[in-house]
């Protein structure tokens, strides 16, 4: 897919391969679930992110065509760990093969940093060798918190640091991103998330170090590009 129109730097392929296509709306109906999955596994999307309840379905539907994805601890964080843990099982074993999970912030606040290190290191035991992804709620941080989560998410054996839920007060920031780069250990990817809402945008967190965008404007962007290009 290349359109003529787009005229910036980065191959809109390239930017669409490191999309998780996202619909964790609370009003999401499989019909618009199975859109999602049809419009990822078209424009050739990392994953598809969607609420656990639809994850078996739709990894049928998708037959291995594309990842799909999910949340849990979602999107507050303040599960008990042993309820985060039996999500992560549920849902790989319903057919996910990437968890995005929501770390509790409070704990943070509290500078309860080994009990965090715990929780992700046990959400990852259940995982079974499928992708984490940790979420830490930027907008929620001091930058002081940031840089010690980049330090346990980076300890954990956790394969990303993730910005944001998408539920609060902020999303994804360059700032954030930057940090992320500057602090985690190699090894560990970045995913930027909330509030993508241009292709200029998506190219400049990719630039700065993100390996995954959580969006679902992207790929309406694209669509909308090809619309008014026929």
């Given at each position: 897919?290349?359109?003529?129109?787009?005229?910036?730097?980065?191959?809109?392929?390239?930017?669409?391969?490191?999309?998780?296509?996202?619909?964790?709306?609370?009003?999401?109906?499989?019909?618009?679930?199975?859109?999602?999955?049809?419009?990822?596994?078209?424009?050739?999307?990392?994953?598809?992110?969607?609420?656990?309840?639809?994850?078996?379905?739709?990894?049928?539907?998708?037959?291995?065509?594309?990842?799909?994805?999910?949340?849990?601890?979602?999107?507050?964080?303040?599960?008990?760990?042993?309820?985060?843990?039996?999500?992560?099982?549920?849902?790989?074993?319903?057919?996910?093969?990437?968890?995005?999970?929501?770390?509790?912030?409070?704990?943070?606040?509290?500078?309860?940093?080994?009990?965090?290190?715990?929780?992700?290191?046990?959400?990852?035991?259940?995982?079974?060798?499928?992708?984490?992804?940790?979420?830490?709620?930027?907008?929620?941080?001091?930058?002081?918190?940031?840089?010690?989560?980049?330090?346990?998410?980076?300890d954990s054996?956790?394969?990303?640091?993730?910005?944001?839920?998408?539920?609060?007060?902020?999303?994804?920031?360059?700032?954030?991103?930057?940090?992320?780069?500057?602090?985690?250990?190699?090894?560990?990817?970045?995913?930027a998330a909330?509030?993508?809402?241009?292709?200029?945008?998506?190219?400049?967190?990719?630039?700065?170090?993100?390996?995954?965008?959580?969006?679902?404007?992207?790929?309406?962007?694209?669509?909308?590009?090809?619309?008014?290009?026929?």
């Amino acid at each position: 897919m290349n359109i003529e129109r787009w005229n910036f730097s980065m191959e809109l392929n390239e930017i669409l391969s490191k999309v998780d296509h996202t619909l964790l709306a609370q009003t999401a109906t499989w019909a618009e679930i199975k859109a999602i999955c049809d419009d990822g596994m078209k424009y050739g999307c990392a994953s598809v992110c969607i609420p656990a309840s639809y994850v078996k379905q739709a990894a049928e539907y998708v037959a291995g065509q594309i990842a799909v994805c999910t949340v849990i601890g979602f999107p507050n964080g303040y599960d008990t760990t042993a309820s985060k843990c039996f999500e992560a099982t549920d849902a790989v074993n319903n057919g996910a093969s990437e968890i995005d999970m929501v770390i509790n912030i409070g704990w943070v606040k509290d500078q309860r940093w080994n009990d965090l290190l715990e929780e992700i290191k046990a959400v990852k035991q259940h995982c079974e060798g499928k992708l984490l992804k940790v979420i830490i709620e930027t907008c929620l941080l001091t930058d002081d918190e940031k840089i010690k989560m980049c330090e346990i998410v980076s300890d954990s054996g956790a394969d990303y640091i993730k910005t944001s839920t998408g539920f609060s007060t902020g999303g994804a920031t360059f700032h954030d991103v930057e940090l992320f780069a500057k602090h985690v250990k190699p090894g560990v990817k970045i995913k930027a998330a909330g509030g993508i809402s241009s292709l200029e945008d998506a190219e400049k967190f990719i630039e700065l170090g993100a390996s995954r965008l959580g969006t679902s404007r992207v790929v309406k962007i694209v669509k909308k590009l090809e619309a008014e290009k026929q």
